[in-house]
């Protein structure tokens, strides 16, 4: 049997994209990282963890792979997001009635912001 371990995202800058990561999800460093790579898992409990691993290629503007982050208030994690270095992506691909926000983090890696309050 296999199980999801971690997933893996390429950055141009690893120490950049751990502050963001960590600021975006509080999750922390699972070890001592260096300029190439660090995986992050959450603070405390169980969770997927996500490593940041240097990279050279350029991003893509439909990725294959993303991440969808859930929110209860999908608006105020956006805006918190944003401050952070979150920027809105113009994404192309919206359905006529999504219930996702797409933003790319400070390298450009694109990511969603799903809605999951009650409706």
């Known amino acids: 049997m296999l199980t999801l371990g971690t997933i893996v995202l390429g950055v141009n800058d690893v120490a950049l994209a751990t502050e963001f990561w960590h600021a975006a999800l ?46 209860d208030d999908q608006d105020a994690e956006v805006e918190r997001l944003i401050s952070l270095g979150a920027q809105r992506v113009d994404w192309d691909l919206y359905p006529e009635d999504p219930d996702f926000v797409v933003l790319a983090d400070p390298d450009g ?11």
């Not at 460093?29 to 350029?58: C, F, I, K, N, Y």
């Not at 890696?109 to 409706?119: G, L, T, Y």
């Open 26 to 71: 509080g999750y922390v460093p699972r070890e001592r990282g260096d300029e190439t790579w660090v995986t992050l898992a959450p603070a405390s409990g169980p969770g997927a963890q996500l490593s940041l691993m240097l990279s050279e290629t350029p991003v893509q503007e439909h990725p294959r792979i993303h991440l969808d982050l859930y929110a």
């Open 109 to 119: 890696n694109r990511f969603c912001v799903i809605d999951k309050s009650p409706r």
